[in-house]
């Protein structure tokens, strides 16, 4: 018997290996069906999936055999994968000086070996899909076609089993990613709220208390420094309410009304030369109420809020089918740009329109809108015309 020598490149084959992290894992019926086909194929008793580590091979799948692993001393796949051939084939090991005294002859029987090295796209041959019989024999074409075949659907197994798990750890990174940033944006606004609040307050006594001492121009400057103060205060609360998202998308679902559901949101807005339009008759089965009244009042307040028309108008449509609610929420406002109206439910993108007050969006109340539709099953669309209004259509799985 002469055991096979490393390859040359041996120790990059190892890292490539080792890269999969197949070794020592679980049988799975994906590579249990290959080889149960091959062998039956190929008409023979015993078919393998091997990896080739230092000093074993670890059988992946093993049809025909009760073990896991085998010294790679004496293993024919450590043959195989020195052989630059698709196929190596040894018809009678009894016969073959490499083989003859082999003791896997001498415990199995197996005396014709038939491999197919599984060589990944970077030319390295991690194992090999192999098959053994107990007595003499040749291969015909086909057989050695199916067997070079499956030996490439191996090989695509493996590197789908490496993509998946490097997706799922892409997905735990982010994960922890979003987790830190949630807890920082969490602390951060909460702590900025106290001093916050103090600065608006002070400013404000400041002005009322020297209102007769100071200057208008020192008076209009402690009025903008009260409303940049508010205008902060917007942000860091909006920030709270987008990583508030995930709680409030998993609110208990319930039963309401239209009209209940609709004159709670119009009780909240202040519809001062404006009117709210929307339907009455219906009613929502099994919504997650919290999360949908936070979406309909961010995206009909915006609709009057940045409305420079004398009479401001939102209209809310709602119609359904056996799987989805869709509404539809139309301003009579200025419209927004083309080339606007894909960006601005990014974070922190905004229009660039201001309200009634003269103050710019933060760019987070769309955000969440889109966030939380997301998370409901559904997806929101922009469509708007310049002086004529925008209508905002999203949709709720049921």
């Known amino acids: ?21 197949l070794l020592d894992t679980l049988p ?33 799948s093993h049809f ?18 020195l052989n630059d ?17 082999n003791p896997i002859i001498e415990e199995y029987g197996t005396v014709f070996y038939a ?48 993509k998946n798990a490097r997706l799922l750890e892409l997905q735990a990174e982010q994960k922890r990613r979003n987790e830190r940033l949630h807890s920082f944006a969490h ?22 208390e ?25 942000y860091i609360n909006g920030i709270l309410r987008f990583y508030r998202n995930d709680s409030l998308s998993e609110s208990q679902k319930e039963d309401v009304s239209y009209s209940e559901f609709f004159d709670a949101i119009s009780e909240m807005l202040i519809l001062k030369d404006s009117e709210f339009c929307y339907p009455t008759n219906g009613i929502f089965r099994n919504i997650n109420k919290a999360a949908l009244t936070q979406i309909v009042l961010n995206l009909v307040d915006n609709g009057l809020k940045y409305n420079p028309k004398e009479l401001c108008t939102v209209t809310a449509v709602v119609s359904e089918n056996d799987s989805y609610y869709t509404f539809q929420i139309t301003d009579n406002g200025r419209g927004i740009e083309p080339e606007k109206q894909e960006e601005i439910f990014q974070l922190f993108k905004t229009a660039g329109i201001k309200d009634r007050r003269g103050k710019e969006g933060t760019g987070i109340g769309l955000a969440t809108v889109k966030s939380l539709v997301t998370k409901l099953g559904g997806d929101i669309h922009l469509d708007s015309e310049m002086s004529v209004g925008s209508t905002f259509t999203f949709t709720i799985k049921k």
């Open 187 to 208: 602390v951060v606004s909460h702590d900025l709220k106290s001093p916050l609040a103090n600065i608006t307050s002070l400013t404000r006594l400041l002005r009322e």
């Open 28 to 60: 799975e019926v994906d590579y249990d069906n290959i080889t149960a086909l091959i062998a039956s194929i190929c008409d023979v008793p015993i078919s393998l999936v091997t990896l080739l580590d230092k000093d074993r091979n670890f059988l992946k």
């Open 85 to 101: 051939n698709d196929l190596f084939i040894v018809e009678d090991a009894r016969k073959d000086e490499r083989f003859y005294d």
């Open 210 to 234: 020297n209102a007769t001492t100071l200057s208008e121009t020192s008076l209009q400057y402690l009025e903008y420094m009260e409303e940049s103060s508010l205008t902060l205060k917007e």
């Open 115 to 162: 491999g197919a090295p599984l060589r990944n796209e970077n030319g390295y041959a991690l194992g090999t899909l192999c098959i053994y019989d107990v007595k003499p024999r040749a291969l015909s074409e086909k057989q050695k076609n199916s067997l070079k075949l499956l030996a490439k659907q191996v090989v695509n197994l493996f590197e789908l089993h490496r």
């Open 1 to 21: 018997m002469i055991s096979p020598k490393a390859p040359y490149n041996e120790a990059e084959r190892l890292a490539e290996l080792h890269s999969y992290n």
């Open 64 to 81: 025909g055999l009760d073990i896991q692993e085998s010294p790679r001393d004496i293993s024919f796949c450590g043959h195989a994968i």
